[in-house]
């Protein structure tokens, strides 16, 4: 049997039992650091050699003792890889993988992945479409914006990994308003056109610099409409070949080149313009997509993003060949919204398409996958509706205080 490698992998969320799955069925050792405010939670824990806890969650994690208790482990243990499995740990993963000298994503590629700014810097260097933007450094800066770009615009956390804590403002006057109310916490934002249109996100494995597998789908109701206002999320994949389609992964291949994302998942988001039906770049990340868009991709195209990416990390730790399985060719949507009821009950919903229904307390979600996208479009309308009278609820997006 082929020698085993020791994976060291991060995660401030509960997520991935699917990837740490996968990494111990290649025959290595897994490692999980997570917060200890997740210590009941149902992690794959006959797949994972030890799981490590770390008091607070995101940044109140102590990157010293963080540090110092990986290099205690390795005293014994060899580690090959580190991996982040969540957005806000892409860069407490490379902040190990610099000290400690593990190869990987390091500290400077790991901030085109989590800082809008950066990647929005680094798109437009590259030649891709972003929607107008400016830092919040510089006064002189952000009255030019405000003089040359209509309005409106939107403040956002450069290192958010979600529409939480997003500003929309109308007028130059109320930018700034809204800039003094930040104080020294604008250089942690920036300021940028808002542009109508339908979002889009890409969602991908990448295997030394190339991509191997893209799938791309267009949200029904975007991230941010639901951040600001609550209602049903929804989101179905594209006509496969469709104009929009190729047009999306071209840009998402430039993006990945641009930004160095060598190895695993990606999930990157675009928004076509109302007013021109240009594809223009919003953000993108190294790891699989949220809000169970990793099971809609599943059903869809048989790929299980979650497993395939150990699947490629553990072919680059051990130097083999990696081989995608077959990808169909349907297509499939998801429905999501937050719910009155602890337990909902989804009974009634028993079309032949659904698939998977998401388990999560105080929440209604359903996928449902079909040969026909009219078919999967049609049921998404229809189950929102159907949501939005019997069981939806909404509640206040929390404030962003803690800036990465």
């Known amino acids: 049997m082929e020698a085993s490698k ?13 990837f740490l799955t996968a990494l111990k069925k290649q025959g290595n050792r897994v490692f999980l650091v997570t ?4 210590k009941d939670k149902p992690w794959a824990y006959e797949y994972i050699d030890e799981v490590f806890y770390m008091p607070g969650q995101d940044l109140d994690w102590d990157m010293d003792l963080l540090l110092k208790g990986v290099g205690g482990l390795m005293k014994d243990h060899k580690i090959e890889a580190i991996i982040a499995l969540d957005d806000y740990d892409v860069e407490k993963a490379a902040f190990l993988r610099e000290n400690l000298r593990i190869p990987g994503m390091g500290q400077s590629t790991g901030r085109y992945f989590r800082d809008k700014l950066a990647m929005r810097m680094r798109a437009k260097d590259a030649g891709i479409k972003v929607p107008a933007f400016s830092s919040l450094f510089n006064n002189d800066d952000i009255n030019h914006f405000a003089d040359t770009v209509a309005p409106p615009w939107v403040l956002k956390p450069r290192s958010e990994a979600s529409a939480h804590g997003i500003i929309k403002v109308h007028d130059k006057d109320t930018l700034w308003q809204k800039i003094d109310e930040l104080g020294e916490n604008r250089i942690y934002y920036l300021v940028e056109q808002f542009k109508p ?13 190339k991509n191997l597998f893209l799938t791309v789908s267009r949200y029904l109701a975007t991230p941010m409409e639901i951040s600001q206002g609550g209602g049903i999320f929804r989101s179905a994949n594209v006509k496969y070949g469709s104009h929009d389609d190729k047009a999306i992964k071209k840009v998402n291949e430039q993006i990945m080149k641009a930004f160095g994302l060598k190895n695993g998942a990606s999930h990157t988001e675009f928004i076509k313009g109302k007013d021109d039906g240009e594809i223009y770049f919003l953000e993108t990340a190294s790891r699989v997509g949220g809000a169970h868009l990793a099971e809609m991709v599943e059903a869809a195209t048989d790929i299980n993003l979650w497993s395939e990416w150990a699947k490629i990390e553990d072919a680059v730790a051990k130097g083999n060949k990696y081989e995608l399985p077959k990808v169909a060719k349907n297509y499939a949507g998801i429905v999501l919204t937050l719910s009155k009821y602890e337990h909902p009950d989804l009974s009634s919903f ?4 659904v698939c998977f229904r998401v388990p999560m307390n105080y929440h209604a979600g359903l996928i449902v996958k079909s040969p026909k996208q009219e078919r999967v479009l ?25 800036f990465h």
Request: with cysteine; charged share 30%; proline share 2%.
């Open 6 to 18: 020791t994976f060291l992998c991060i995660s401030n969320y509960f997520k991935g039992n699917a």
């Open 35 to 38: 917060t200890e405010q997740l």
């Open 197 to 209: 249109g339908d979002v889009y996100h890409a969602d991908g494995l990448q295997l030394e610099g």
């Open 350 to 353: 028993d079309d032949s398409e």
């Open 378 to 402: 049609e049921l998404l309308d229809d189950y929102a509706t159907r949501f939005a009278n019997e069981l939806s609820t909404s509640a206040e997006a929390p404030e962003v205080k803690k």
